[in-house]
């Protein structure tokens, strides 16, 4: 697609419910990011994938944290057990090889816990 | 873990007004990007930096890079209502990986008519 596309945009959860995040990257792109935004913060880097193999999972905050690209495209992001601090805007961004020059992001889905 | 500290935290200015946001950092960067994020949206790319004293120009905003590559700042002249937003700068670590970016907590600027 043109762009990086993120679903939902918003989610509500209970506290302890598990929810997944879907991002669909730009066609071809190699690399893909996800990125964690607390209100009134940068965002956080999360894990790295490249094609399908996550080479970097170090800022997964938690095991509750789980994310996957089983054929090198779609990605999801999965937080089991769902706790009000998880709530945050959950960003994608992705590029050819990893860049040094800039990433593309996707809008991002708040997850809001409850 | 490299912190990069960005300042001013909040700007609001009239339409027409220069302004300098700054982001410094003690780690050396490979590069350095900003980032404009409007509310609702995720991060679009402005620039990005890599050389010691680089300065670029994009219409009315302009970028520099510190000679030892660990500060950076963004300079808009005349500013314009659309150019409110959040400003993030963010570094590739030249000692650590090739791809995480470390961003600051931004600048949220706002340009009143």
């Known amino acids: 697609g043109a762009g990086v596309s993120q679903s939902p945009r918003y989610k509500v959860a209970k506290r302890g419910q598990d929810v997944a995040l879907r991002c669909d990257p730009i066609?071809?792109?190699?690399?893909l990011f996800w990125y964690q935004q607390a209100l009134g913060q940068g965002p956080e880097f999360l894990t790295y994938f490249q094609n399908e193999a996550q080479l970097d999972k170090s800022g997964l905050p938690s095991d509750r944290f789980f994310a996957e690209r089983p054929e090198g495209s779609v990605s999801t992001l999965k937080i089991q057990r769902t706790q009000q601090e998880d709530s945050a805007v959950y960003l994608c961004?992705?590029?050819?090889?990893?860049?040094?020059?800039?990433?593309?992001f996707g809008s991002g889905t708040r997850l809001t816990v409850v | 873990t490299q912190l990069l500290e960005q300042s001013p935290q909040f700007l609001s200015i009239q339409e027409g007004e220069n302004l300098t946001v700054y982001c410094n950092s003690s780690?050396?960067?490979?590069?350095l990007q900003w980032y404009r994020q409007e509310p609702g949206e995720g991060p679009v790319l402005l620039v990005t930096?890599?050389?010691?004293?680089e300065v670029k120009k994009l219409k009315r905003l302009t970028f520099q890079f510190g000679d030892a590559r660990k500060d950076s700042s963004l300079h808009i002249t005349a500013a314009q209502p659309g150019d409110t937003g959040l400003y993030l700068c963010?570094?590739?670590?030249?000692?650590?990986?090739?791809?995480?970016?470390?961003f600051g907590k931004g600048t949220l600027l706002t340009v009143n008519p």
């Open positions: 066609s071809g792109h190699v690399s």
């Open positions: 963010a570094g590739v670590d030249s000692g650590g990986s090739n791809y995480k970016l470390t």
């Open positions: 961004a992705s590029s050819r090889p990893p860049s040094l020059r800039g990433y593309t």
């Open positions: 780690s050396v960067f490979s590069s």
């Open positions: 930096v890599v050389t010691g004293g």
